[in-house]
């Protein structure tokens, strides 16, 4: 492909042409549930090839989880024999989205603009779009034949930030919350990127030429030690019956989530954070009226009004306030976020760097807070010393496994975790 006027570097391409010779992808949903039924059940002409598995867990990341929602939605969960076959799954940093799973020429892999991602219904209760008057709900075929399937969704602030997760817990509009149903968990881990963090501090996602880079560190939180509880809880909530922790996320109700351009009046006075100007809110996109949007004949599709996208709010210091918070964030030696812009060298710096989030450290004294006019506490204000420091995020750490949203084993990892932020932001020549 060339075009006349050259590329833009930063800016997102589509091209739309009539094609022929798809390939089949929807048999995934099929194969999933027929290999899980068969490690658990065995077949008729070949048994299982490990014995005595009674349940079975799903995990999704990303892609995956995208597509887990989507086999969720379309109810694949029930065997030729009529059995359960997953028995609980874990869709992490999936948002509010599905995917194209079961399109012709469905591009699965993808969740930019223009494509079958951010598509009503998005959450787990029956609600209808005020807009297009559509009712549904993305367990709609689960709840309607009973299903004991027990999901959780964890979500960062990066798909906060990409305004598609809160439609998860709140209507169409964004103007209120909404209750989950029985069988199902909503988490946010607080402060954190789409991935685990990246470590040592950098710019640079990968740390390898040519990756792309942001306009702030990009962040470092480790959300790991938050997604093993959820495992643990998991397998406790099928196999004992014991609840899991109730969801955690921010709510309107709250004052805990709020329209993206209300964060403008803390980060304008933090210097050098750069809070995006725009966010890429979800809109109503009609690719296919006949047949509700499963096999789309209009592209590019009909643009609607947008989706009620909603964002965690913050304090002072930048950090969000609702959700799970991780040790690390709840005693800070920095802002953390779920977003950050492009760097002019990568084009586009008005833009989101898609899945990233930032940090943006504290000064270390008072003296370089009130020469870069920052307002907010440096850490030496804060703390008396690194003991002092590490004490507090052991206490924050063990108020997490009260609530069970970590385990007892990851409190060290946390302090782990915060002792290396410490060492790095503390030292003058980091």
Known sequence: MCSEKGFEKGRLYQAVYTAVGAPV??????????????IKNGSPHLGSPVEGIDTAYAYGRSQTGRFLRTFAYNDFNLDEAGRETLDGFIANVAGGMRGEFNQRFGQNSKDRNNMMHQLFPFASIEQTDPETEDTGSLHGRLDGRGSNLKIMYTNTSAEYHRV?????????DGRRDIHQGSNTRVYHFAGTE???????????????EGAERSQNIRSIIDYTPLLRACLINMDAWVTEGKEPPASEHPRIEEGTLVHPSSLQAVF?????SNYPERHATPRRREFSPSDGN???NILPPEIGKEFGGLVPAVNSDGNEIG??????IAVPVAAHTGWT?????????KQLLVFAGGTIPFPTTQSQRLSAGDPRPSIEERYSSRDDYLDQVKEAAEELVESRYLLPEDVEVSVSLASRMWDWFTDSDS
């Open 164 to 172: 598609d997760a809160s439609l998860l817990h709140t209507d169409p």
């Open 194 to 208: 789409h991935g685990i963090g990246v470590w040592p501090p950098t710019d640079n996602g990968f740390i390898v």
């Open 268 to 272: 304008s006075k933090i210097p050098g």
């Open 294 to 296: 499963e096999h789309p």
């Open 341 to 349: 812009l492009r760097h002019p060298d990568v084009g586009g710096d």
């Open 323 to 328: 959700g799970i918070i991780a040790p690390e």
């Open 25 to 38: 992808i929807g048999l995934s949903f099929a194969a999933l549930r027929d290999c899980v039924s068969w």
